[in-house]
């Protein structure tokens, strides 16, 4: 059966000190098209070191990182960078906004990669913007907006190209409840509406329950692989 | 590239100020090296110079004009000798020569008289011609007499020269100065023969008018020949090269002045690589989200080198256009050393080049930074 993700044997070690600190040590790991999952562990246990890896942002030491049928390991620096540009959304911690532009103007930031015409992009933009119900902040620069429309504006940033594979390194890390809820639902409708397949890092119990599948990781091993016994139902809004 | 330029109102405008500043500084500077360099490179090859072999400050004798007039190839010899007194004070320098007034002004096309008469002048035996830049800095004007304290030809009453103006006059050519007096060579011989001044009658150079299609080098070697055996040898060299020894007698200003320029620039280099190293810096985390988007290496060095260049030319082509706006007004008060100073095209030019390069230099090393970090780095780093 074909994975969107399909990692065998990866490796990945850092150097600290003169010493050498392995973080994942031959894993193998499949993730199917189409679901959200939450990856779970506990601080430094290599989750964003993981999500890197299939994320194009770094290439592992050794083993294979198969995501759509792409091996990411041996992609060269140039094709790399096209192949995240076509394939992946980014969503951080931190939300990563540029700071001098526009809400509008990071959401465009990726679609310049793109062969759209100015036109079609702009549209594609103001569409992702609307879809996390920012439609009317668009010119607003992310320092005027509060840290849950931060975060939604980097939502629709990662959305903005239509990306199969949406990686969120732990996005509710920095906002308060009902801020993080708002995103978390979004993040759930990504994915129920339009198929949007997510990796979520987090170690909050109550983001992981939005999700339909839990995978911990422990010192770079994995853990299991287990369907959400206690699934939130999302709001269920009509798209 | 703008909006980051944006981002930070007061270091960007600090920044573009200095460069600024500096192209301002240097167009300037080039300007007036320009001006300087300009009397050798406008000089004419229709006039030749006699001195003395020895030196500018040893005389020749009087008698050397009618041998020297037998040389093919010659139209005319006017005698000029250096007079070095000054007026009222020594500190209002500037130059008189006593010259032929018949050969004078013919030997110089490049002079206009613009108020008084040159016959006037030419049938006195008192009367001087000045230049329009000792009018406007003194006020003398046609009538006037200008008593002159002679310093290598002091009168024997004590009294000071007097000379009548009879005529003024203007240039064309950054060769010639517009701050000299002239009087008639006669009346200085007249007065030391008659005895009522001191010194020696002599020559510094003749004047030598080539005749049209006449070799300039050839008449020079002719006329160096007729004397080498004595009983004082001389030296004849273009135009040209006789402004060349009085510019390198001004203690190579040119040289001075250009390392002036190199020392701004130097500064100014300084000043801006620091804010693109602040600037590519501050926004490692940006980077790292770029190319986490899909930006490449080579983009992402590009931005940042694109931002120095817009930041330099910016500056560079403000401290130009002003250099340009205030052109006439420096011209004005440059004129008496500099005649034939101006911002051409090629000094906005050599300021909008350097502003271009510093602007490169200074990006280049933030942009090779940034185009190396990984985005995993820069994203950590950044945090
Ligand atoms: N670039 C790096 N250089 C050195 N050590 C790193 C680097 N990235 C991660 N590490 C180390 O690897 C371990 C796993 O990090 P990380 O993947 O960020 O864990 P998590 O996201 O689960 O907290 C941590 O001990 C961290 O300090
Ligand atoms: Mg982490």
Redesign the pocket.
């Known amino acids: 059966m074909d994975h969107l993700i399909d990692l065998r044997g990866v490796t990945r070690a850092?150097?600290?000190g003169g010493e050498t600190?392995s973080?994942l040590d031959g894993l193998d790991l499949q993730m199917d098209a189409g679901s959200f999952y939450a990856l779970m562990?506990?601080?430094?246990?290599?989750?964003?070191?993981?999500?890197?890896l299939i994320g194009g942002l770094d290439r592992p030491d050794s083993g294979e990182v198969l995501v759509d049928g792409t091996d990411l390991a041996h992609l060269g620096g140039s094709a790399l960078s096209r192949w995240r540009a076509d394939h992946v959304g980014f969503v951080f911690q931190g939300f990563n906004l540029l700071p001098v532009l526009s809400a509008l103007d990071n959401v465009l930031l990726p679609l310049q990669l793109t062969p759209l015409s100015r036109r079609a992009r702009h549209e594609q933009a103001e569409r992702a913007l609307a879809l996390v119900g920012l439609g009317d902040r668009m010119h607003h620069k992310p320092r005027e907006l509060s840290g849950g429309q931060e975060q939604r504006v980097a939502i629709a940033r990662a959305i903005a190209t239509d990306p199969t594979l949406i990686l969120a390194?732990e996005p509710t890390g920095d906002l308060d409840r009902s801020s993080a809820d708002a995103v978390l639902e979004l993040l759930a409708r990504l994915n129920e509406e339009l198929g949007k397949t997510i990796l979520m890092?987090t170690h909050d119990p109550l983001a992981a329950s939005f999700a339909h599948r839990l995978v911990h990781?422990d010192k770079g091993r994995l853990g299991r692989i287990e369907d959400n016994p206690e699934r939130r139902p999302t709001a269920g809004r009509p798209a | 590239m703008f909006r980051n330029l944006l981002a930070h109102p007061v270091r960007t405008v600090l920044t573009g100020g200095s460069v600024l500043l500096a192209v301002f500084l240097l167009c300037f500077l080039r300007a007036t090296v320009t001006a300087l360099t300009s009397s050798v490179e406008q000089a004419s090859t229709q006039r030749l110079w006699v001195q003395s072999a020895v030196s500018l400050l040893v005389d020749l004798p009087l008698a050397y004009e009618s041998k020297i007039k037998q040389v093919d190839g010659i139209e005319w010899v006017c005698k000029w000798q250096w007079f070095g007194g000054y007026y009222k004070e020594e500190s209002n320098f500037f130059a008189q020569f006593g010259v032929d007034p018949e050969t004078m002004l013919k030997s110089y096309p490049e002079m206009e008289i613009v108020s008084g008469s040159y016959e006037e002048f030419a049938k006195s035996r008192t009367g001087c011609m000045i230049g329009l830049d000792l009018q406007r800095r003194y006020g003398f004007k046609v009538g006037d007499r200008v008593p002159i304290v002679g310093k290598i030809f002091p009168r024997k009453d004590g009294s000071p020269w007097e000379f009548e103006v009879k005529a003024v006059y203007r240039t064309t050519s950054a060769a010639i100065d517009q701050g000299t007096l002239y009087f008639p060579f006669d009346y200085l011989r007249e007065s030391i023969e008659g005895g009522s001044a001191w010194g020696d009658v002599g020559i510094g150079v003749f004047l030598v008018k080539l005749r049209p299609g006449a070799d300039p080098t050839r008449v020079a070697a002719a006329i160096d020949l007729l004397f080498d055996r004595g009983p004082q040898r001389v030296q004849t060299t273009t135009e040209a090269e006789f402004s060349r020894q009085f510019v390198s007698m001004m203690g190579n200003v040119p040289l001075l002045l250009q390392s002036i320029g190199g020392a701004v620039l130097f500064a100014i280099f300084f000043a801006m690589l620091n804010t693109m190293l602040m600037a590519g810096r501050e926004r490692t985390r940006d980077i790292g989200v770029m190319k986490a988007l899909g930006f490449t290496d080579a983009v992402v060095f590009r931005s940042l080198l694109g931002e120095s260049l817009l930041l330099c030319l910016l500056g560079g082509g403000a401290g130009a256009g002003l250099a340009k706006l205030v052109e006439a007004g420096l011209q004005r008060v440059m004129s008496a050393q500099f005649p034939g100073f101006a911002i051409d095209a090629a000094t906005v030019g050599v300021g909008l080049g350097a502003a271009l390069v510093i602007g490169t230099l200074a990006g280049l090393g933030p942009g090779w930074r940034a185009r190396g970090l990984t985005p995993?780095?820069a994203l950590?780093e950044g945090i």
């Open positions: 850092y150097q600290r600190v973080v562990g506990p601080s430094g246990s290599g989750k964003t070191t993981l999500l890197n390194d890092v990781l | 995993v780095a950590r």
